[in-house]
């Protein structure tokens, strides 16, 4: 068994289209902590049940310093003593056929597949890359500050163990979620394979709900994720295909109901690429093809939104900017229909009276997180001002419960949220997901054409 096969290793290989990114991006990451060890694990799988693991997806940090997926992995940016780092990164070789561990079940590449050898992917990553079975030695003797990000390979710590302080860790995943806040080029494109992967699994979905008789929710998330599938690694979130009243729950993804017509169906979902970087896109949608006029009154009111907020995104402007231009128009609408008594907007805005319908924040940053940079500084981040080369998603809405008694019943069991990703521009935004129609009409006669 261990002789008579043939040598398949690679030896010409060119850098990924990533791998000058990821260089510039460790390089901000160098100059930010000059002098010390930095661990950034990719983590390690987790079991969903006995000996099955759930599909593995590396941290997003580890992704966007290296470009690499591998599981169990770590990316070591070392001090050197000239200055600057070395980047290490630490991944799994081949399986060996002499020893033994090609046929083992446990990371055996008869059972796994092939894995780029280190000498590969050293040419492919453009890093030095070393066996990561010598990382927790080369931890436990390296001198010198260490910071680590926490919580993704206990083995990584467990090799620090009294070496790191959880504050100074704190500040690297801090910063880690900060460098990403404006894409580069790379993420972009990114971005916008994304958003086309994903304006076709909804158009799949129009497609799926055509027929008169109703469509269960689940085959609405398994049309959309077949659609991540073909195009992608994978849904960057579970899918939310809320029909009726479930339009109403923000984060329905349960999907255990059915869209009949005369439903409408809110769809918020978005496709990842193979680098992980993922879509958020909502679409409200009349199952029958037709909103009904409530429907429709209620949907105009967050296109309206929608739009003002949209205008709102634009270099120099606060991030916040959006969200109050986007929630004033839907208090506008609420104190317009009569929902909130003899009460001005001013005094309905004031005192977030709205809010009862309208219950989420407007947007937040996109990028390889659906809720991306989550951990940015309030002041580079929910305080901060937007710069070109920002993502983030605008998605105002309007959610009356089944219960609620304060509206009239017509809107019971109404919910209508319309999201899309803002790219912030030299001189104002492009709306990435503009592939998919937002007016009422538009949404209509899209349906139609799709449905012949
Ligand atoms: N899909 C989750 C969100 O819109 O934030
Ligand atoms: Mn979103
Ligand atoms: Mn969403």
Avoid at 15 to 26: F, G, H, L, N, S
Avoid at 91 to 106: A, I
Avoid at 329 to 351: C, I
Avoid at 423 to 438: H, Q, Y
Wanted: with cysteine.
């Amino acid at each position: 068994m261990a002789q008579g096969w043939a040598d398949t290793e690679a030896r010409d290989l060119a850098p990924t289209e990533q791998a000058p990114y990821c260089a510039r991006r460790r390089a901000a990451l160098s100059a930010r902590y000059p002098g010390e060890l930095l661990v950034v694990p990719a983590g390690n799988p987790k079991v969903r049940s006995n000996d099955s693991d759930y599909s593995f997806r590396p941290t997003s940090e580890y992704v966007h310093l290296t470009g690499d997926r591998c599981e169990d992995a770590a990316l070591v940016l070392e001090p050197r003593a000239g200055g600057g780092h070395l980047a290490v990164a630490y991944l799994r070789p081949r399986s060996d056929r002499r020893n033994g561990e090609f046929w083992l079940d446990l990371h055996g590449e008869l059972w796994d597949g092939r894995r780029n050898s280190l000498a590969e992917n050293r040419q492919l990553l453009g890093l030095v890359c070393r066996d990561v079975r010598t990382l927790p030695a080369y931890l436990e003797e390296a001198a010198g500050r260490v910071r680590v990000l926490r919580g993704h390979d206990a083995g990584v710590e467990a090799a620090l163990h009294g070496r790191t302080d959880p504050a100074r860790d704190e500040e690297l995943r801090v910063f880690l979620s900060e460098l990403r806040l404006v894409k580069d080029e790379f993420e972009i494109a990114e971005l916008r394979l994304a958003c086309a992967a994903t304006a076709r699994g909804f158009e799949d979905v129009v497609r799926a709900t055509a027929s008169d008789a109703a469509t269960a929710e689940r085959v609405i998330e398994g049309t959309f994720f077949m659609r991540a599938r073909i195009e992608g690694n994978d849904v960057g979130y579970r899918s939310i295909c809320a029909a009726g009243d479930h339009a109403t729950t923000l984060h329905w993804v349960r999907n255990t109901g059915c869209a009949e017509p005369g439903d409408l169906l809110l769809l918020d979902a978005g496709v990842e690429t193979n680098h992980f970087y993922t879509a958020d896109v909502t679409r409200t949608l009349p199952v029958s093809g037709r909103f009904t006029a409530i429907q429709r009154k209620v949907y105009d009111a967050v296109f309206a939104a929608q739009e003002a907020g949209i205008a709102a995104v634009r270099p120099g402007a606060k991030f916040a900017d959006f969200h109050t231009a986007a929630q004033r128009t839907l208090a506008e609408h609420l104190v317009d229909w009569g929902l909130l008594g003899n009460r001005s907007v001013e005094e309905v805005f004031t005192l977030g009276l709205h809010r009862r319908w309208t219950l989420a924040g407007t947007g937040h940053m996109l990028g390889l997180d659906v809720h991306d940079c989550a951990l940015a500084p309030t002041d580079a981040y929910v305080d901060g001002t937007l710069e070109p080369g920002m993502v983030l998603t605008v998605e105002p809405g309007l959610y009356f419960q089944p219960d609620d008694l304060t509206v009239p019943q017509e809107y019971r069991g109404t919910g209508v949220r319309i999201e899309d990703d803002i790219l912030v521009t030299a001189d104002g935004n492009e709306n990435m997901s503009a592939g998919l129609p937002r007016s009422a009409d538009e949404v209509e006669a899209w349906m139609a054409g799709l449905r012949g």
